[in-house]
């Protein structure tokens, strides 16, 4: 989502005239993120998103945008990408793929309170049910595999103290993997990036103050086939903490928990296993924070996210496991 590809106004013109969306009237990059180009489109028919992908292929990106289709055509407020006649959603655009989807409503909430998780739990919720008869399948490419060709990568990096906590939780969510209550999770396609920044809220028209609706999830550029409890987790741990300390803030976990059942009752077995789940998500984004923060890209509006939050996460949820109450 930084700027890594420039685009011309003609340029996106020329696919604006593709997918008949009429005139551009303003093409501006967006700052946040750091791995796909992100700009907004906006033509004399709406306002749009246009993504040059930096990373994932053109045999990758089918996944992401027909799933994106299939959970919009399903009543899931996600960005619906756009066709051109022939019915294609996916483009060249400066020798990269490209794709056009809707921009949704509203803006980010940065502080969510018992209001925001609520919303957030149930349509995940819904979501993930919505996903169960999607025809393609690609795995989580951030998954456990990611992890363990990552983290010898990063090592060098690392005090002896960081190295010894990212190897032996490695070593730990591997073994966690390789057991029957793991293989027995309920799974299909999930987001694995769903934090505050990558859903909309607006305010409701008439509405209280602070009670917004939510608009929708997008960016599903990290999607792919992995427990659904990975996906729960990974909310979790940005949408009920204390940013500061990455503690986890029990009474917004508890109630995105509980909108979440209110759609999709958990099982014994995730009930269980939630507390490593949490520390799995966590280990992810410190892998993948560290990796960027280290290694970097460069790239127009770059900012790399701070690696010591998710290091600060993962070692609360070592210390203090959660579990969500049950009746």
Not at 108 to 131: F, K, T
Not at 152 to 166: G, K
Not at 216 to 235: K, P, R
Request: charged content about 20%; overall charge negative.
């Amino acid at each position: 989502m930084a700027v890594f590809t420039e685009v011309s106004l003609a340029q996106a013109q020329a696919l604006a005239d593709r997918l008949n969306l009429g005139a551009v009237q303003a093409l501006q990059g967006i700052k946040a993120g750091i791995e796909n180009t992100n700009y907004f489109l906006n033509t004399e028919s709406g306002s749009y998103v246009l993504t040059v992908f930096e990373r994932l292929t053109f045999e990758q990106l089918p996944f992401y945008l027909r799933l994106m289709e299939h959970l919009a055509q399903r009543g899931v407020a996600v960005p619906a990408p756009h066709a051109d006649a022939q019915g294609e959603i996916l483009f060249e655009l400066a020798g990269k793929p490209a794709a056009v989807v809707d921009k949704l409503a509203g803006g980010h909430q940065l502080a969510p309170d018992l209001h925001h998780c609520q919303q957030v739990g149930a349509q995940l919720a819904r979501m993930h049910l919505a996903g169960q008869d999607f025809p393609l399948s690609q795995p989580n490419l951030r998954g456990l595999a990611w992890w363990s060709e990552t983290v010898p990568v990063v090592l060098p990096f690392l005090s002896p103290a960081q190295s010894e906590l990212i190897s032996s939780e490695l070593a730990f969510q591997q073994q966690l993997a390789a057991s029957q209550s793991y293989a027995e999770l309920p799974r299909g396609p999930i987001h694995a990036d769903l934090f505050r920044d990558n859903v909309m809220f607006a305010e409701v028209e008439g509405g209280l103050p602070g009670r917004e609706r939510l608009t929708g999830f997008f960016d599903f550029y990290f999607a792919g086939v992995d427990t659904w409890l990975f996906d729960l987790a990974v909310c979790l741990n940005d949408w009920c903490i204390d940013l500061a300390s990455g503690r986890l803030d029990a009474a917004r976990a508890q109630a995105f928990v509980d909108a979440y059942e209110g759609v999709r009752p958990l099982s014994g077995a995730e009930h269980r296993l939630l507390p490593a789940l949490l520390r799995g998500a966590a280990l992810r984004f410190w892998i993948s924070r560290l990796w960027d923060f280290h290694l970097p890209r460069d790239a127009a509006l770059l900012k790399p996210h701070d690696p010591g939050h998710f290091e600060r996460v993962l070692r609360e949820r070592v210390a203090e496991p959660w579990h969500a109450l049950k009746d």
